[in-house]
Nanobody, 121 residues
Framework: QVQLVESGGGLVQAGGSLRLSCAAS????????MGWYRQAPGKQRELVAY???????NYADSVKGRFTISRDNAKNTVYLQMNSLKPEDTAVYYC???????????????WGQGTQVTVSS
């Protein structure tokens, strides 16, 4: 029904930048919030950033001032610009979207497959 495809992960040195993208496709009627979560080895998945609309964003304290979330509603895409990366940002990053599908008419949360971000010291 609905698929989320992430891109943009990779290996970067500390202090560097990466930009993650996540495109939603399929039987989409509307998208409410979109966001990014991450999971490091041995740790629980945690919220990184979430966006409902311009001005309505939420960030984890650990990334405030370094990461910026944005979305392009025309493309059903959410972005995460990550600057001043630190080794502790190393994790698998997952895209998340609350979508009303045309087939269900109800909101449901979908997840992407994850993209690895590795920050070397």
């Amino acid at each position: 029904q609905v698929q989320l495809v992430e891109s943009g992960g990779g290996l970067v040195q500390a202090g560097g930048s990466l930009r993650l993208s996540c495109a939603a496709s399929g039987s989409i009627f509307s998208i409410n919030g979109m966001g990014w979560y991450r999971q490091a080895p041995g740790k629980q998945r945690e919220l990184v950033a979430y966006i409902i609309s311009i001005g309505r964003t939420n960030y984890a304290d650990s990334v405030k001032g370094r990461f910026t979330i944005s979305r392009d509603n025309a493309k059903n895409t959410v972005y995460l610009q990550m600057n001043s990366l630190k080794p502790e940002d190393t994790a698998v990053y997952y895209c998340n979207a609350n979508v009303v599908a045309t087939t269900t008419n109800r909101p449901y949360t979908y997840w992407g497959q994850g993209t690895q971000v590795t920050v070397s010291s």
